[in-house]
T-cell receptor, first 113, second 114 residues
């Protein structure tokens, strides 16, 4: 079946550090892949997405590349800010399951000044 | 109002109370979802409605009763809940007409069951 595995948190970084949050998936064929972000006290917001192999999603300095060969969609940012402190969720959807979403467990990021 | 709205934002109820959560989407979507988000647990999909018809019920206890009167509104009726039902309840909506249909989330209702 479809599933997503992402690295356990919490992650604590200093401001301007490099961020990587690992995400791997299990699915047949070509799912669509997403990163969502949840700021404290809010719902989930779409951060970026990629819909086919080798696509790179990017937004607000974050990037993730859809790697079919490693079934991965790792989230990266070159220089994090305090305002990036949030919980990040990797997710996939697939047309073979009616576009139902499968979310990872979430990775909490805290950026300290 | 834009996007997906949820009311109330916070709710405290006793185990014998009956209450309802409301979700409204202003995006013209035809699918709506209820999720439960508990601390230290993955996001749990509870119910899915597509064109007002329930298409998914992930073994949710009957003390949670969804209602979708039209494609823009979704309710979650609650009765005789347990303390372990305390969580953040998130509503989401999406289109299903395209191939890549991201879900748009509301801010959630923080529910505490005493």
């Amino acid at each position: 079946g479809n599933s997503v595995t992402q690295m356990e948190g919490p992650v604590t970084l200093s401001e301007e550090a490099f961020l990587t949050i690992n995400c791997t998936y299990t699915a047949t064929g070509y799912p669509s892949l997403f990163w969502y972000v949840q700021y404290p006290g809010e719902g989930l917001q779409l951060l970026l997405k990629a819909t086919k192999a080798d696509d790179k999603g990017s937004n607000k300095g974050f990037e993730a590349t859809y790697r079919k060969e490693t079934t991965s969609f790792h989230l990266e940012k070159g220089s994090v800010q305090v305002s990036d402190s949030a919980v990040y969720f990797c997710a996939l959807s697939h047309s073979n399951t009616g576009n139902q979403f499968y979310f990872g467990t979430g990775t909490s990021l805290t950026v300290i000044p | 109002e834009t996007g997906v709205t949820q009311t109330p934002r916070h709710l405290v109820m006793g185990m014998t109370n009956k209450k309802s959560l409301k979700c409204e989407q202003h995006l013209g979507h035809n699918a709506m979802y209820w999720y439960k988000q508990s601390a230290k647990k993955p996001l749990e999909l509870m119910f899915v409605y597509n064109f007002k018809e329930q298409t998914e019920n992930n073994s949710v206890p009957s003390r949670f009763s969804p209602e979708c009167p039209n494609s823009s509104h979704l309710f979650l009726h609650l009765h005789t809940l347990q303390p372990e039902d305390s969580a953040l309840y998130l509503c989401a909506s999406s289109s299903t007409s395209g191939y890549y249909n991201e879900q748009f989330f509301g801010p959630g209702t923080r529910l505490t069951v005493l």
